[in-house]
C-alpha cells in the first residue's frame, strides 16, 4: 500500500519556524517528484514547494526565501522547513507524489497525505 504520512505541524507565533516531515512507504521518494500543498479556503490546494527526482526544488513567491523543501533518502522522507512564518502561512499542509502547478481539489488525484495543520498566532 502507498502512503504518506505528514507530521511537524502545530502551533508557532509569527516569526517562528516548524519542520514538516511526509515519509512515504510503498514509493521511494527520490524516484518521483514531490510537493508540498496548502489548503486554500474552500478545498482548493496550492503547490507551494516541489523537489525533482533530481533534487531541483520549487518555490512559490510568496514562500520563496523563507520555505526550504529536502530529501532524506535514506529515511525515504521530504521536509519542509518552513522560517519567518506569518499569519497568512496558517493552513493545513500536504504533501503529494504529484505535482500539479495550477491549484487542484485537495486529495482528488494522484498520492497525498492526509495532511498537517500549522497555525501561526500570538
Known amino acids: 500500500e502507498v502512503q504518506l504520512v505528514e507530521s511537524g505541524g502545530g502551533l508557532v507565533q509569527p516569526g517562528g519556524s516548524l519542520r514538516l516531515s511526509c515519509t512515504a512507504s510503498?514509493?521511494?521518494?527520490?524516484?518521483?517528484?514531490m510537493g508540498w500543498y496548502r489548503q486554500l479556503p474552500g478545498n482548493e490546494c496550492e503547490l507551494i514547494s516541489s523537489?525533482?527526482?533530481?533534487?531541483?526544488?520549487t518555490y512559490a513567491d510568496s514562500v520563496k526565501g523563507r520555505f526550504t523543501i529536502s530529501r532524506d533518502n535514506a529515511k525515504n522522507t521530504v521536509y519542509l522547513q518552513m522560517n519567518s512564518l506569518k499569519s497568512e502561512d496558517t493552513a493545513v499542509y500536504y504533501c503529494?507524489?504529484?505535482?500539479?502547478?495550477?491549484?487542484?481539489?485537495?486529495?482528488?488525484?494522484?498520492?497525498w497525505g492526509h495532511g498537517t495543520q500549522v497555525t501561526v498566532s500570538s
Open positions: 503529494a507524489a504529484v505535482i500539479f502547478s495550477t491549484s487542484v481539489a485537495c486529495r482528488r488525484f494522484g498520492i
Open positions: 510503498g514509493i521511494t521518494v527520490n524516484a518521483a517528484a
Open positions: 523537489i525533482s527526482s533530481t533534487g531541483i526544488s
